[in-house]
């Protein structure tokens, strides 16, 4: 099992940044991918960025240039800087990793981020 703790959300104004981290404990050996999602009210949970063990990142178009994900292999965290953000960013996020390419994900409990106008 791989347990997920998620930290950095809150309430910030349009414009702002944050910055979410996801530590992985547990057995986090063959962890590959790294990923946050959203789940915003009354919209479906979204992917938000990936990263890959090496590094290769991908992005939702709605974030792309605005989000950057990282992650430390050594550390087993995968970050997320949120920049110039929106209130349509209010959502819960989520950490979700993936071990032996997917065969097992596993998902933290989430972190409220708010986007005041």
């Known amino acids: 099992q791989v347990q997920l703790v998620e930290s950095g959300g809150g309430l910030v104004q349009a414009g702002g940044s944050l910055r979410l981290s996801c530590a992985a404990s547990g057995t986090t050996a063959s962890i590959n991918v790294m990923c946050w999602y959203r789940h915003a009210p009354g919209k479906q949970r979204e992917l938000v960025a990936t990263i890959t063990t090496r590094g290769s990142t991908n992005y939702a178009d709605a974030v792309k240039g605005r989000f950057t994900i990282s992650r430390d292999n050594a550390k087993n965290t995968v970050d997320l800087q949120m920049n110039s953000l929106r209130p349509e960013d209010t959502a819960v996020y989520y950490c979700?990793?993936?071990?032996?390419?997917?065969?097992?994900?596993?998902w933290g409990k989430g972190t409220l981020v708010t986007v005041s106008s």
């Open positions: 979700n990793v993936n071990r032996f390419g997917g065969l097992y994900t596993y």
